[in-house]
């Protein structure tokens, strides 16, 4: 049997009728840059989480720089982050001018250590910036209340938690802003690149909206009002979609950026959106199958806390002889991922920060020892079975 890491055809194939007709409506419309199907996506997700604002970008990286850039932080300042992460959440600190400042994790939760975040606040501490990582909410609550003892800005990197929920909130509604990704393989993907930024905040909102093209049209000259404490009268309801002539598009206010979602990514997120809920329940079934079947003395299954509704983007195990499992593994045909192999403190590209072997633990700990197995919505019992029979015969 051949199981791989993740299926993104499979789950194209289950929606594909669906879809299809989504892709060729955008096609025929002949509106490819905004248009309808990002204003209805961005009013599910509004919807969906219950906030103001959903800005739509090109992908996850974006929206975090974007999101950065909206809350004012770049040059001198400092935010505090996550070493065991995707890069894109450090490197969005760095490309906004501002400096990783990092904080170890927790060995159970790979989530970050709230007891290590107050040790690392200076006076250029802007943010923090926490990640549900895998897809298991962080203690937000924590991370609020210590934001906002030394009035530092949230920013939620839930790339990998859509859906996610804390003490029965979903995640991305707790900070100042929160940024989603919808690379193919996170638990809401398209056919290629996708973000969005998502706050209730009316000021981050108008400047992420101007950043995302240019800096430019009606959001343009209101931010650029915001941005420099300057009065500026409401105009007219800024033109989403592209098929008019809007002279305002060519008035830059701010150096933005072009981070726009296609039409096309958004149809097919529109889709795909309607079964979030129940793809992420079926991660969540999955994941309590391992858990309850997967009993081998030589490999440590995740733990989920309290009070929170984990989305299992990865199902992530430890063992002390990782390379023999993963070998192991894949002569049975069963595909796993090392996520992360290399923690960011340590990556070459932040070099210049300073950091050591030995400077976060837990991160490089687990770096040393975690891997993940197959989890995604398609994956049948009997290919489950398969997977836990072959983990618990290693030897
Ligand atoms: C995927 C991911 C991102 C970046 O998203 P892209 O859409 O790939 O740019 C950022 N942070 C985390 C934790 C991610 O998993």
């Known amino acids: 049997m051949l199981i791989p890491l993740i299926d993104s055809k499979k789950q194209y194939e289950y929606f594909a009728d669906d879809i299809n007709k989504a892709v060729i409506k955008v096609l025929s419309s002949g509106i490819y840059i905004m248009g309808e199907s990002v204003i209805q996506f961005e009013k599910k997700i509004e919807k969906y989480l219950g906030v103001k604002h959903a800005i739509a970008t090109a992908n996850g990286t974006d929206a975090l720089v974007i999101a950065l850039k909206s809350l004012g932080i770049g040059k001198g300042d400092e935010v505090i982050t996550t070493p065991y992460t995707f890069f894109a959440t450090a490197e969005s600190i760095a490309l906004v001018g501002a400096k990783p400042v990092f904080a170890d ?59 996610a929920e804390y003490k029965g909130k979903k995640i991305g509604t707790f900070g100042d802003a929160a940024c989603f990704s919808f690379y193919p393989t996170k638990n809401l993907g398209c056919a290629g690149d996708g973000g969005m930024i998502v706050t209730n905040n009316d000021r981050i909102a108008a400047i992420a909206r101007a950043l995302r093209v240019h800096g430019s049209g009606e959001n343009g000259r209101i931010s650029y009002g915001l941005i420099n404490n300057i009065y500026v009268e409401k105009g007219e309801k800024e033109i989403q979609i592209d098929d008019v002539y809007n002279p305002s598009k060519y008035h830059n206010y701010l150096i933005g950026h072009n981070s726009r979602l296609d039409n096309l990514q958004a149809a ?97 700990f687990l770096s040393e020892r975690c891997f993940a197995i197959p989890m995604y919505p398609e994956l049948t019992d009997i290919e489950q079975k398969y997977i836990v029979n072959a983990i618990n015969d290693f030897i």
């Open 105 to 163: 994790v927790e060995k159970d939760s790979f989530n970050i250590d709230i007891d290590k975040i107050e040790e690392k606040i200076s006076t250029k501490t802007k943010a923090i910036l926490p990640v549900h990582i895998f897809g298991q909410p962080v203690d937000i609550d924590s991370i609020k209340a210590l934001a906002k003892k030394y009035n530092l800005y949230v920013l939620e990197d839930a790339c990998q938690a859509i859906g």
């Open 268 to 364: 097919i997120l529109g889709v795909k959106f309607e079964h979030l809920e129940e793809n992420n329940n079926r991660r969540l079934k999955i994941a309590e199958f391992y858990d309850a079947n997967i009993n081998n003395v030589k490999i440590l299954k995740p733990v989920k806390k309290i009070d929170r509704k984990h989305v299992y983007h990865l199902y992530i195990l430890q063992s002390e002889e990782r390379s023999r499992v993963i070998k192991y593994l894949k002569e049975k045909g069963i595909s796993t991922g090392i996520y992360y192999s290399i923690p960011i403190h340590l990556q070459t590209a932040f070099d210049d920060l300073g950091y050591r072997k030995g400077d976060f633990p837990s991160a490089e």
